[in-house]
Nanobody, 122 residues
Framework: QVQVVESGGGLVQPGGPLRLSCIVSGRMSNIGVMGWYRQAPGKERELVAR??????????SVLGRFTISRDIASDGAKSVVSLEMRNLKPEDTAIYSCSAEGIKLLRGRNFWGQGTQITVSS
């Protein structure tokens, strides 16, 4: 099966940087788009950034400040999706979750991590 585990997060001052990492374990040939989403208190979950086949997409609110990247292990059994964040703002405060979309044998399934809290505050 597919497992998604995030790391990183925490408290950061406005203007500071932070890095999130997500390890997706499983057969990567059955995984398509991978991405990061966030949900702030009282708001709906929103896409932050996503990546597939080297093509990236960002929400307007993070474009130019966040960078998503993906590394796939040579055996195809693991992938690491990173989110480099800079110039963080208080409005970036949210629970960030990593997502992996299934394709082929896992078509129609989405796999999620447990989420990690980011708080931007002085």
């Amino acid at each position: 099966q597919v497992q998604v585990v995030e790391s990183g997060g925490g408290l950061v001052q406005p203007g500071g940087p932070l890095r999130l990492s997500c390890i997706v374990s499983g057969r990567m040939s059955n995984i398509g788009v991978m991405g990061w989403y966030r949900q702030a208190p009282g708001k709906e979950r929103e896409l932050v950034a996503r990546i597939t086949d080297g093509i990236t997409r960002y929400s307007d609110s993070v474009l130019g400040r966040f960078t998503i990247s993906r590394d796939i292990a040579s055996d195809g059994a693991k992938s690491v999706v990173s989110l480099e964040m800079r110039n963080l703002k208080p409005e970036d405060t949210a629970i960030y979750s990593c997502s992996a979309e299934g394709i082929k044998l896992l078509r129609g399934r989405n796999f999620w991590g447990q989420g990690t809290q980011i708080t931007v505050s002085s």
